[in-house]
């Protein structure tokens, strides 16, 4: 099969290279999962993109977005020039003008208003360089506890829940554990619509080896449709699923005895805890079938090794960190962790997200650090050469700037790659607020939904204009090159970071000519953490195919699994978390975590669940993907999935426009009919925005109808967990 792959890649290389000048090795900009590609440029255009063969990461394969990215890089409606509001008109001025206003607007802000008056919120598709340079210029030059990113929506719980558990941020297995696995427990994600290559990954081991899949699941997707068996649970039951898989674990003893008592601590709690949970009262709690929760557990313990998968439906539901705490402790009792095949491996949903957590997810320091640990404080204020008391103890996540613009004393917001007015919960909160402060947006395009609300609008290149570096979702560093210019006067946001900086008078922390100088600066920074980076450099991450971290100075390859020596990074010297939780260094962490059952959102005025997620055809809020028509003409506009008998019921058809209403807000669009939901549920993709903003008459951005219902640990919004009812028009 792999010959036959690569006979076609050649010939169709051969058959290119005709037409094509050069190309240039890149990691696929898209989803987490890391595919390596060429970008084929001619005269100075990209023009085509293929797959890398010997990336071990996709195989020689792209998945449907991946094929088309190079696309989104011309487009008519590509940001060129910086803009100003003058009024109700966004009027052009240069670059010298723009650094001038947003440096003076801040010192402005910091002046009246202190570091808390200053804000920043980014996306999750930025390089590890750039991350680096912003959260440099937030804590070490503004003093901002107010910098977050849009992986708060998405990771902020999976990264609570690693270092609740083993200390540290780090998905601790691999890809190649999914080809070892006997089994295969999808919790909560669908491969194989956000994360195509893993589930082709998953299907190889299935012909190759017979791997079991089991799928939690509320809704009837591709994996749910095909696995060995499908927990069908309802919304917001996560913990007692998970506890009654636990409860049967120990009570046939399908245990790692060994393990727990040299590498965990708090069995004891954890085992009172799941004794409530027996499969009778799971099956009531869950809807899933006693036997099923049964069968599921003794599939998972009796297993030589099984990965466990998760993503959205974990971390935007339900006691979303409790449950990536018990995800972890199911493999911590059944030892399954640290050997080949065994993990919980968590999917990230952008490109370079982990990246962030890296520098400063969480609330973290650079190095996977914490900010009120004085030894891990005074490793990074020596370092940048700043005051030790500049650096903030903590950060705000978004909603907390939002509150603080509508107290006044958020004075300016900066939003960098991301889109908020899709993507943040309770869209007429979200905003009113943008309304309130001197916003300014830096993005590859424009028109776009949070630009109608900017004071300044600042022109950034992307994918395929800029170097640097990703790490995707099983710790690989890997590098994205720039192929072509970018558009106009755009720049690369690692550039406007920097120039902001000079402005403001801190030009000397940011002595950068190119990205690599600022890699390799924050490498000297992960000396010896968790997460060492001094054993990679560019060259070797084009001639490797990327290196999964951590890799010290002299190692020949990366790390490609953690805790192989079952012990965990639990001491204060090493670990994010500070405080009691150090108590037993080496040692994992088992949380006897409390059910707090949901108090059901629903009533006879709003009787449906409400669950928002994704479609493969769209990624994030459309900025690109609605510009790349092959992509567009597939899905161009919103829908709900209804089950057939709710629809019957309602007297709706396919295809007829419908109202979803919330508390919150509604919005109208095309009924979907498909038994994918269950009966009393409905489905929306988030993807979609606004026409227009400002108009009143027609939304459709899901998030109209979400409320901002978080994590209390992790500060998440909890998307997939609301209600609502539908009103044919």
Request: hydrophobic content about 40%; charged content about 20%; some cysteine.
């Amino acid at each position: 099969m792999y010959n036959l792959e690569f006979r076609s890649f050649l010939e169709e290389l051969l058959h290119d290279e005709r037409t094509v000048d050069r190309w240039v090795y890149t990691t696929c900009g898209f989803c987490g999962t890391g595919c390596g590609l060429y970008l084929g440029v001619k005269k100075d255009r990209v023009v085509s993109v293929k797959p890398n063969p010997f990336s071990s990461v996709n195989q020689g394969q792209l998945c449907l977005k991946g094929m088309y990215a190079w696309k989104a890089l011309e487009h008519p409606e590509r940001a060129t020039r910086p803009l100003l509001r003058l009024g109700d008109k966004m009027v052009p001025v240069t670059w010298q003008r723009a650094y001038e206003i947003l440096a003076y607007k801040i010192r402005e802000a910091l002046a009246q208003g202190g570091p808390e008056a200053v804000g920043i919120y980014h996306g999750g598709q930025l390089t590890l360089e750039e991350y680096y340079a912003l959260h440099k210029l937030a804590k070490g030059v503004l003093g901002t506890p107010n910098i977050d990113a849009n992986t708060r929506l998405c990771m902020a719980s999976t990264s609570m829940g690693y270092i609740r558990s083993f200390g540290i941020d780090a998905p601790p297995g691999c890809y190649e554990d999914l080809d070892a696995a006997e089994v295969i427990f999808i919790l909560g994600a669908n491969p194989a619509e956000m994360h195509p290559q893993i589930w082709q990954r998953i299907l190889r081991n299935r012909q190759r080896k017979g791997v079991k899949l089991i799928v939690a699941d509320p809704r009837l997707t591709l994996p749910a449709s095909v696995a060995d068996l499908h927990l069908k649970l309802r919304c917001g039951t996560n913990i007692p699923l998970l506890y009654s898989i636990i409860y049967v674990l120990i009570q046939e003893n399908l245990l790692d005895w060994g393990f727990i008592t040299r590498a965990t601590v708090g069995f004891e709690e954890l085992k009172a805890a799941a004794q409530d949970f027996p499969p009778e009262v799971a099956q009531e709690l869950t809807g899933v079938p006693a036997k099923d929760i049964i069968k599921a557990a003794r599939e998972f313990g009796k297993a030589a090794s099984a990965v466990t998968l998760f993503c959205q439906g974990v971390n935007q539901s339900l006691q979303a960190v409790d449950t990536v705490t018990l995800i972890n402790s199911l493999h911590l009792i059944t030892g399954k962790i640290g050997r080949a095949g065994c993990a919980p491996l968590s999917l990230t949903g952008q490109a370079s997200s982990l990246s962030m957590r890296e520098i400063g997810g969480v609330g973290s320091l650079p190095g996977l650090r914490n900010p009120e640990n004085p030894k891990h404080r005074y490793e990074v204020s020596s370092f940048w050469g700043v005051e030790e008391e500049i650096l903030p103890r903590y950060t705000n996540d978004i909603r907390t700037m939002l509150e603080l613009i509508e107290d006044g004393r958020l004075r300016v917001l900066w939003v960098i790659g991301t889109n908020p007015v899709v993507s943040l919960p309770d869209q007429q909160y979200v905003r009113k607020q943008l309304e309130r402060v001197f916003l300014v947006v830096q993005d590859i395009f424009y028109p776009l939904e949070t630009a109608y609300y900017a004071d300044l609008f600042l022109p950034a290149a992307q994918w395929g204009e800029k170097t640097g570096t990703i790490t995707n979702s099983e710790r690989r560093v890997n590098l994205v090159q720039k192929a072509v210019q970018p558009p106009g006067e755009a720049k690369d946001d690692l550039t406007v970071i920097c120039q902001v900086a000079r402005h403001l008078g801190a030009g000397r922390l940011f002595p950068w000519a190119e990205p690599e100088e600022a890699f390799n600066e924050l490498k000297e920074l992960t000396r010896h953490r968790p997460n060492d980076l001094t054993g990679i450099t560019y060259n070797r991450l084009k001639a490797e195919g990327g290196i999964q971290w951590p890799c010290p100075e002299g190692a020949e390859t990366g790390t490609a699994r953690l805790y192989t020596d079952g012990f965990f990074p639990t001491d204060p010297a090493v670990s994010q978390a500070y405080g009691e939780f150090n108590a037993n260094p080496g040692r994992a962490k088992l949380w006897a975590v409390p059910y707090r059952p949901p108090s059901s959102p629903r009533d006879q005025d709003y009787p449906f669940w409400l669950n928002t997620g994704r479609v493969i055809e769209h990624y994030h809020t459309r900025t690109k993907t609605k510009r790349i028509p092959e992509l567009n003409i597939l899905i161009p506009q919103p829908f709900v999935e209804i089950n057939p008998l709710d629809a019957a019921a309602l007297g709706i058809k396919e295809g007829e426009w419908v109202k979803v209403i919330s508390r919150q807000g509604w919005v109208k669009v095309r009924s979907r009919i498909t038994p994918v939901v269950s009966r009393g549920e409905v489905f929306l993709p988030f993807h979609f925005g606004d026409l227009d903003p400002r108009e009143k008459q027609e939304p459709q951005a899901a998030n109209h109808l979400t409320s901002w219902l978080v994590d209390p640990i992790s500060r998440q919004p909890l998307t997939k967990v609301g209600a609502c009812r539908i009103e044919k028009l």
